[in-house]
């Protein structure tokens, strides 16, 4: 009857702790990726992509969606100056940059429309780690 009572114990606690881990699993990362698509680069590379986090971010006010479209748009920048577009060009085509923001902006379209306030009790993670330099947000705003 120990035994029997043991085993029970073990198995609601191995219950119990794989309860408790299946919501991590669930999480899912708010990011989106921006990916800059540009010709002068080696052969072996064409396009460059960094994620950029929203977790930090609150896409019901209209603060956090103007927060995400300068993060959006200040990496896009970094991204293809990297890949070798120059700040200045006008090309026929949409510039890497523009093409870049674009198609980020198209995705956060439809996660802004779903997006429910964060609530009273949301504790906001640390603030993303751009990739660019910090001076960007004041060089290009």
Known sequence: MFRTAVMAGGTACAVLLASATIPAFAQTDEVIVVTGKYGRVPD???????????ADLDLSTK??????????????RFLC????????????????????????LQ??????????????GWVAPAPWQAPY?????????
């Open 63 to 76: 603060a956090g969606k103007d927060e995400l479209r300068k993060r959006l748009s200040l990496t896009a």
């Open 81 to 104: 100056d990297k890949l070798g577009e120059p700040a200045t060009a006008s090309p026929p085509a949409p510039s890497c940059r523009d093409a870049a923001v674009k198609d980020a």
């Open 107 to 120: 995705r956060v379209g439809t996660i802004e429309a779903n997006f429910a306030p964060r609530g009273t």
């Open 133 to 141: 330099p910090a001076d960007w947000t004041t060089r290009y705003p």
């Open 44 to 54: 072996n590379i064409q396009t460059l992509s960094q994620n950029v986090s929203y």
